[in-house]
Nanobody, 123 residues
Framework: QVRLMESGGGSVQAGGSLRLSCAAS????????MAWFRQAPGKEREGIAA????????FYADAAKGRFTISQDKAKNTVYLQMNSLTPEDTAVYYC????????????????WGQGTQVTVFS
């Protein structure tokens, strides 16, 4: 199992940006996925973005398209989520996940999860 540690959360005004980082204890160079999820109070955890660690291909949920960018730095075993044009609706705990168990890579079926980092967007 991979250990994951998120960082980069915080409070930001609406319209601002944050970059989240997810450092993995080891990295898969074969075709697999790492992803970012979020969970707002009273809501289910939802997939935001995923990346194929083999070739860097990104996948985005509709809520992230055009505003968020997922990327990776293999040398640092780290995946990033750049979030721009944030709104209060983006307020949630953001989780990093590794090892997709489903063909739908934004599904919550992942083998490893981080502890989460809080993102708060105020108007």
């Amino acid at each position: 199992q991979v250990r994951l540690m998120e960082s980069g959360g915080g409070s930001v005004q609406a319209g601002g940006s944050l970059r989240l980082s997810c450092a993995a204890s080891r990295y898969s160079y074969s075709s697999n996925f790492m992803a970012w999820f979020r969970q707002a109070p009273g809501k289910e955890r939802e997939g935001i973005a995923a990346i194929n660690t083999a070739d860097g291909s990104p996948f985005y949920a509709d809520a992230a398209k055009g505003r968020f960018t997922i990327s990776q730095d293999k040398a640092k075993n780290t995946v990033y989520l750049q979030m721009n044009s944030l709104t209060p609706e983006d307020t949630a705990v953001y989780y990093c996940a590794a090892g997709a168990l489903s063909d739908y890579v934004l599904d919550t079926s992942y083998s490893s999860w981080g502890q989460g980092t809080q993102v708060t967007v105020f108007s």
